[in-house]
């Protein structure tokens, strides 16, 4: 089944401690993108990756670090969060960034740092 | 100023109903232009991309206006299932921006 997924689902942790949120996708897509969900503001990227070793920064990427060694997978990093940065979490992937292609999201990750 | 406004709501309205939705965006330079389906916090899920000459599917009619830079979506005949928060997202040099959603219940 094509599907990207995203681990963990649920994390709850506390300011400063790292934590990786892993996203993986089966679809042998280029473009993989992160983005935080926060009521009254919408989706907002983050991040997003054109293809391996090609990341770029969106429109909030303070705090946080991605990496793409692999096609397959691009985990979000957050090397000390904050309280700032409990949200839900989305991870998406769609064959290229540019003309129509469809973004394909995980199921999400929601994150409290207390 | 925002890359993409939208009203959120929220909209409620009777089965049946016709009910549309408006998106601005501010980058003229945007390319490719969508409107995404999330039930309650779920994961968006694409319901159609919106093109030039407008495109129709079902009860859903998306259309596109260049000029004033807005993006629309029109559900006809509205169903109970339809309740859900609608997204508008623009794709504008390989970044992708998301209205706030607009939530929408379809009241029996």
């Known amino acids: 089944e094509a599907q990207v997924t995203q681990n963990p689902r649920y994390l709850i942790t506390v300011t400063g401690k790292k934590l990786t949120v892993t996203c993986s996708q089966n679809m042998n897509h280029e473009y993989m993108s992160w983005y935080r969900q926060d009521p009254g503001l919408g989706l907002r990227q983050i991040y997003y990756?054109?293809?391996?070793?090609?990341?770029d920064k969106g429109d909030v990427p303070e705090g946080y670090k991605v990496s793409r060694k692999e096609k397959r997978n691009f985990p979000l990093i957050l090397e000390s969060p904050s309280p700032n940065q409990t949200s839900l979490y989305f991870c998406?992937?769609?064959?290229?960034?540019?003309?129509?292609?469809?973004?394909?999201f995980g199921p999400g990750t929601r994150l409290t740092v207390l | 100023r925002k890359e993409v406004e939208q009203d959120p709501g929220p909209f409620n309205v009777p089965e049946g109903a016709t009910v549309a939705f408006n998106c601005t965006y501010s980058?003229?330079?945007?390319?490719?232009f969508f409107w995404y389906r999330q039930d309650c916090r779920k994961e968006p899920k694409l319901l159609m991309s919106v093109y030039s000459s407008g495109n129709e599917d079902g009860r859903f009619t998306a259309q596109l206006n260049r000029a004033s830079q807005y993006i629309s979506l029109l559900i006809r005949d509205s169903k109970l299932s339809d309740s859900a928060t609608y997204l508008c997202a623009v794709n504008t040099g390989n970044q992708f921006y998301f209205g706030t959603g607009t939530s929408l219940t379809v009241i029996p």
């Open positions: 980058n003229s330079a945007s390319q490719s």
């Open positions: 998406a992937s769609s064959l290229n960034g540019v003309s129509y292609n469809e973004q394909f």
């Open positions: 990756s054109m293809n391996v070793e090609v990341t």
